[in-house]
């Protein structure tokens, strides 16, 4: 089972969610349609702007745990490196 980290926005350069699945496209089908409260309803979290996949849920949920420690300035260079334009990627991984 693949794993999956990735990091969610409102806005460019706005608020960001870093989270892990097993299921990418569902997940981020989750959280544009608000299905749980919590922050990213709160605060209208619900662009992809970067993801990365891994061979298994353990290993991406270490992944997860690093990016989440890591600064804001780190996260953001991640979704600046590979997504110049904040787009939201929801509709590449379909």
Not at 19 to 28: E, H, N, Y
Not at 47 to 70: Q, W
Not at 71 to 77: A, G, N, P, T, V
Request: overall charge positive; glycine content about 6%.
């Amino acid at each position: 089972m693949n794993g999956y980290v990735y990091i969610l926005f409102n806005k460019q350069n706005g608020t960001l969610y870093v989270g892990v699945t097993s299921d990418l496209v569902k997940r981020i089908f989750q959280h544009k349609n608000k299905f749980a409260d919590g922050f990213t309803k709160k605060y209208n979290i619900d662009k992809l702007g970067y993801y990365e996949i891994y061979d298994n849920i353990e290993t991406a949920i270490e992944r997860e745990k690093k990016l989440k420690g890591a600064s804001r300035k780190k996260k953001l260079e991640l979704i600046e490196t590979n997504n110049p334009n904040w787009l939201d990627l929801y509709e590449e991984i379909l």
